[in-house]
């Protein structure tokens, strides 16, 4: 088992591009069951959620290269109508698969996805939904069997919250579905846009991307194209938390300035000199030590991501002062915090708040990563620590942070992977 070496304290500067957003390619590789041809996607991250939708993608019978971060698809031969069990279990973003392959071959075989890390991740949005397209689900025995005779149906769904695997299940069964989908409420996360650009141009006739109502135009065919995945704003966010505990100067290429704008101020707020430079360059100057935030509330895009909350909580751990974290979105994404303790961190958490005390200085540990975005906070503190972190668990950090020992120790970190 793998295990990071980090030996904190040390000032981090200089530059690193961000690589492309999991939370985009992941769905655009899912997607990629809908087209005749050959889809050429760049900019696709080397992440083990990546490997894993490969996999995926392999069993069902596509057929698949990566040259370096191009990533080329054809499902022509697509002969399988289920995910393997153990395929549904590595990555539950997998039940993106059930729009993708119900629009392509009308008929799929998942297992539920399991318990999560960040607390129940029920998926009755994206059924319901489908359902009111047509879809029959019969569940028994962890399976769901799905199926539709004939195409789906374009209908009207509202959606009771804008949850982002729900919006883009829907998309990817309306946009070969008979007549017009309209999606009230929907999500407007950029990986959203990403992934319905994606299928525009492809074919598809999607409207409204980026707004909370979203129609589709179900087509007769899709073909394939060529796409590059947007920036990964999370990952660029915790770079900057990087930057943030360690007094460092950082310079970002591959960023989208308007993408992070709710994160901006947070950065500001803790005392940080945030440029953007034009041409998807930003640049990070940090104070000696960072000031609390006041208070930040997870929400739905353009809110603060959740995603970003275990991050910039690391960042807080270390800053002059009190700050006050509110978790809308997730229920159980608090676990990073008794692993935070460990290291020092001065934190207490009620229900879906989190107050933290800022300390002078944190000291290295022992600590365990128990889920992606968790792992990256551990990294961060880790980086803020006097002495050594051990942090094992790395298989979650892998999920989402591409060469993430390298990226640090070329910013001037000690960082050591074992
Ligand atoms: C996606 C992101 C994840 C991010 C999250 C919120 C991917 C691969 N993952 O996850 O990184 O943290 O958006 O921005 O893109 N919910 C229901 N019923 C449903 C669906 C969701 O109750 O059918 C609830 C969830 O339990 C959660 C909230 O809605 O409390 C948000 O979930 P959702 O937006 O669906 O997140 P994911 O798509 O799972």
Redesign the pocket.
Known sequence: MSQLLIEGRRCLNGELFVQGAK?SV?PILASTVLCKGECIIHNCPELSDVEVTISILEYLGCRVKREGNTITVNSDGIDKDDVPDFLMREMR?SIIFLGALISRIGKVRLSLPGGCELG???????IDALKQMGLKVDESHGFMDCETVGRLIGTNIVLS?P????TENIILAAVLANGTTTITNA?R?P?ICDLAEFLNSCGARISGIGESTIIIEGVDNLFGTEHTVIPDRIAAVSYMCVAAVTSGEIILRNTIYDHIGAIIPIFEEAGCMVTNLGEGILKLEAPERPYANKLIRTMPYPGF???AQAPVMAMTTVAFGTSMFVEN??ESRYKHVGELMRLGADIKVESKVAIVEGVKCLSGASVTATDLRGGAALVIAALAAEGITEIKGLKYIDRGYENIENNLCNLGAKVKRI
């Open positions: 939370n992941l973003s129940p991740r029920p998926i009755d949005l994206h919250f949850s982002v695997g729900a999500a996360e990986e991501p959740t995603d979105i997730f």
